[in-house]
């Protein structure tokens, strides 16, 4: 069987593709490491009065909810990548068993 998937896409389309994908994860990537200094990054982006609200329900609700989002981007970029054709399906091992003689 073929992957017609991959044929039909038309290459500006794959670059799009990837790009967005490479795009989101990085996304994902500066936003996992961003929790090392969370409320300079929150205040960066402007949501730091949100987030401390957000805190006063439970202090880890910031840190859950920034990784909740850090996970969509990471999905959505590994789709992206898919459908660009830059990830391949890994490929199943075959067990092999012995089998019996008969006699």
Known sequence: MTDHTAQHIKLPARRALSAAGWANISIAAVQGIGLIW?????????IEEDMRELA??????PYILTLITCAAF??????GLSGAADLRRPRARRVRTRRRLRR
């Open 38 to 46: 969370a409320w300079s990054m929150f205040r960066a982006v402007g």
């Open 56 to 61: 006063t329900q439970g202090a880890a609700l």
């Open 74 to 79: 990471a999905v959505f970029g590994l789709y």
